[in-house]
């Protein structure tokens, strides 16, 4: 079974800085594209950041001050948060692409921590 476990979500002044980690857990056999993705209250889940062996991709509003990195030995994605806004405030989910060793590639999500930035 495999899990995405996410962590490092909580509260922050605007200006600030946080640091979110994913870790694809289970019986996997290869990972493919990993990433982010934020639901604020009222509003669609958006991408806002994604990691493949061919590169990055960011949404306009994070470039700049979000960077995402991954630990392929570790199946880990980093998303590292600088200068955060309120308008970052959101549920963000952890995603992969992920092939287990058992069954075809299938989309994981995980179960979404909390970001929440004061003004």
């Known amino acids: 079974q495999v899990q995405l476990v996410e962590s490092g979500g909580g509260l922050v002044q605007a200006g600030g800085s946080l640091r979110l980690s994913c870790a694809a857990t289970?019986?996997?056999?290869?990972?493919?594209?990993m990433g982010w993705y934020r639901q604020a209250p009222g509003n669609q889940r958006e991408l806002v950041a994604i990691?493949?062996?061919?590169?990055?991709n960011y949404a306009d509003s994070v470039k700049g001050r979000f960077t995402i990195s991954r630990d392929n030995a570790k199946n880990t994605v980093y998303l590292q948060m600088n200068s955060l806004k309120p308008e970052d405030t959101a549920v963000y989910y952890c995603?992969?692409?992920?092939?287990?060793?058992?069954?075809?590639?299938?989309?994981?999500w995980g179960q979404g921590t909390q970001v929440t930035v004061s003004s």
């Open positions: 289970g019986s996997i056999f290869s990972t493919d594209a």
């Open positions: 995603y992969g692409g992920i092939r287990p060793r058992v069954g075809p590639k299938y989309d994981y």
């Open positions: 990691i493949t062996s061919g590169g990055t």
